[in-house]
Structures are given as C-alpha cells and as structure tokens.
C-alpha cells in the first residue's frame, strides 16, 4: 500500500470535569449530553487506538501502521518503547482539572509496565476572563512546604498560578506539578503515556459513585520535581514568507511545535522528508501526494499524519489556515561517536598526529 496523509477517527472520551466546547472550537460531534473532557486524535497506547477514517488505509489502526509501514510512517523518528512516539489530544475543562504529576524517568524505570515518561505540552485554543493554569511550585516551596499544605488542604497556595489567553504555549516537563484550569481548552501534544499521579482533586465527588476519586499521593511525592521551570510562556521566533509565516513554540528532547498560518489559495510543496504532524484549527485545504488519487481533505479540528515515505506531496488552502505542526527530534548520525575531551585532543596534537582516529559504530555488514 502507498503510504499517503493520514486523518484518523477521534476517540472521544467523557471526564467529570469535561464540558462540550470542542463542538464549536474545534468540530467534534459530540454525542448524547456527557461532557467530553478528551478527544484523543492520534493515540497507540493499550486504552486507546487511533483508526485511520479514509483512504486505502481505513479502518486499520495506528499501531498496524507502525508495524507494516516502519520507517516510511516514521523515517528517522525512535519509537516509544515499540509505540508512535506521540499522543495528540484535545482537552477542554469546565472544571479545574485535578493537580498532578506524570512519571519521571527514575519512577518509569521502577513501575515498568504501562508506567511511562510523559512530557507534555499546552497550546491554549480558548479560555474564559479567569481561565488559568497551574504550572510548578512558588519561590521557596519545598517538600516540606508541599506536605504541609496537602496535609492542611491548600496546595493551590504553594502553586504558580498563570493567567492564560489563546494563542499561549507552555511546556509541561515530567515531574513538573500542573493542573488545568477551569474554562480553558488545549491541544496537548504529548509522549505517548497515560499515567497520572494525583495530589488533589478539589473535593470533588464523582457523581457516579458517590466518593471523591482516588489521590496518589505517594507516587506524586516519589517524582515530583522542585527545580524551577521554564519561563511561563515560551519565547515565539517568528519567519514569513509570501504565503506562510512560522512561529516556534517550543522545543523539547520529545517534541518541536511550531505554528503554521498559510494564506488562501496558496499551494506549496510539503518540504519535510521526515514524518510531521498537523493539527488544524483554523480553515481547510487538502494534500496531494505521487501514487495517491484523490486528495485528502482536512478543515478545522483534524489532526493529519503526513508520513515521512510521501513522495510529491503537495498542499493547497480553500482559505487562510493555521495549523501546528509537530514534529520529533532526529537523533543525529553521530550520537554515537566517541566525544574526546580538550586533553585527549591536546595529547593527540602533541603526538604529531593532524586527525585524530574516531572510534566508530561497528558497521552492520549484511553483504
């Protein structure tokens, strides 16, 4: 099968903190009256499989993609642990969401299993006057101010409280304590992880059940994180073109997100050689690519997986469209190179030597 652009059903998940604004933000058909707190857009994890929705790949699933595709999906991108290495979502809150931390490395290693690393970030789609966000510790909170105020029940007062507004992006590392604040709505791009760790959850009873959920507070304490984060917001970098202009969001070791705007009726070759993620909030266009008859067609609330094996692929816009686009750091060909230090270098130029001999990767002779 050809590998082509990829849009992908989304798997709509209820939260008792949800509400149902991706109706009007982003397009989704929401069913029935439940408020839908997630709708997971690309996902290859045990509770959630994204299925492709048209095309000659449809009704497979992400993970099927992975296995039969392989690096014309992905190109030079490293799998998570066998898995796409990124899970895209939407979230909208009409609730604040419960305060939380995800797993670090040292707790993913310990747990195994479905535990995993999970950095994440925020691109804020809409938010209420007071909409905000928690992100990370005060000045001078400690572990010992943290258990004092879960204890007295008043961790807001230990947490960085950010007032938010659309268009705002914020990295979310492992170990960094947030929470989601009540009448705001993301995108969230993330390693591809489900796991929470919950300090509080606002006394709030799950009507279902009667009880308040349950809290974690031994695990969040394991890997919860007191180091200072990074500035509130990041610092956009802006590059424009005649049809296109570009802002950088934010950088991670897990993810690039930058911003998108293409003016109506451009057409423009794609010129990513490697696997790249659009997630589409405003307009519509469509993508055609070499070996693919009919062009796939995306508009607002789509996410499009564009593999890194198209070939000739090309996208036109019906009218002025923003898209983020998402892609993975490449481990460069030299990770794996000796590093010599300034004194092993000064011992070689001593030595008489003018190059210095670098021990490689033993080579994989297949011939």
């Known amino acids: 099968m050809q590998v082509y652009p990829l849009i992908f059903e989304p798997i709509l998940k209820p939260k008792i903190w949800g509400a149902r604004r991706l109706e009007a933000i982003v397009a989704k058909a929401l069913p029935g009256n439940d408020p839908i707190g997630e709708s997971w857009e690309l996902a290859d994890l045990e509770n959630g499989q994204s299925v492709v929705a048209g095309g000659p790949a449809k009704g497979k ?4 993609l992975v ?14 642990e066998g898995r796409f ?14 305060v939380q931390v995800h797993p670090d490395d040292a707790m993913a290693k310990r747990r195994g299993g479905a535990c995993r690393v999970k950095n994440e970030a925020w691109y804020i789609l809409d938010a209420t006057p007071d909409g905000c966000i928690y992100r990370g510790f005060r000045e001078g909170v400690d572990e010992a101010a943290l258990r004092s105020a879960i204890d007295a029940g008043t961790i807001e007062s230990v947490l960085n409280r950010i007032p938010v507004r659309k268009g705002h992006a914020y990295y979310l590392s492992s170990g960094t304590i947030h929470a989601l604040g009540a009448g705001v709505t993301v995108a969230e791009v993330q390693t591809p992880s489900d796991m929470t760790f919950r300090f509080f959850d606002w006394d709030r009873v799950d009507p279902a059940t009667g009880v308040g959920r349950d809290l974690h507070i031994d695990d969040a304490l394991a890997c919860v994180s007191f180091s200072p984060v990074p500035p509130e917001t990041e610092s956009p970098q802006h590059l424009s073109s005649v049809w296109t202009s570009i802002t950088s969001l934010i950088r ?32 519509r266009g469509s993508i055609t690519c070499d070996g693919v008859g009919d062009p796939v067609e ?15 692929a ?3 816009t019906s009218v002025s469209t923003m898209w983020l686009e998402v892609t993975v750091p490449i481990p460069s060909p030299f990770a794996d190179f000796d590093r010599l ?3 092993a270098l000064q011992q070689a130029q001593q030595a008489g030597g003018r190059y210095v001999s670098l021990n490689l990767p033993p080579k994989d002779n297949k011939e």
């Open 67 to 80: 296995s039969t595709w392989g690096e014309k999906l992905v190109g030079g991108a490293k799998l998570f």
């Open 314 to 316: 090309k996208v036109k």
């Open 85 to 98: 290495p990124l899970l895209i979502k939407f979230l909208d809150a009409s609730q604040h969401l419960s």
């Open 298 to 312: 995306f508009g607002v609330g789509n996410t499009v997986l564009i593999p890194a094996g198209v070939s000739g």
């Open 61 to 64: 699933t992400l993970a099927e």
């Open 252 to 283: 991670c070791e897990s993810f690039v997100i930058e911003r998108v705007r293409m003016v109506e009726g451009a057409e423009i070759e794609i010129p990513h050689r490697e696997m790249v993620i659009w997630i589409v909030l405003e307009g």
């Open 341 to 343: 230090d300034s004194a």
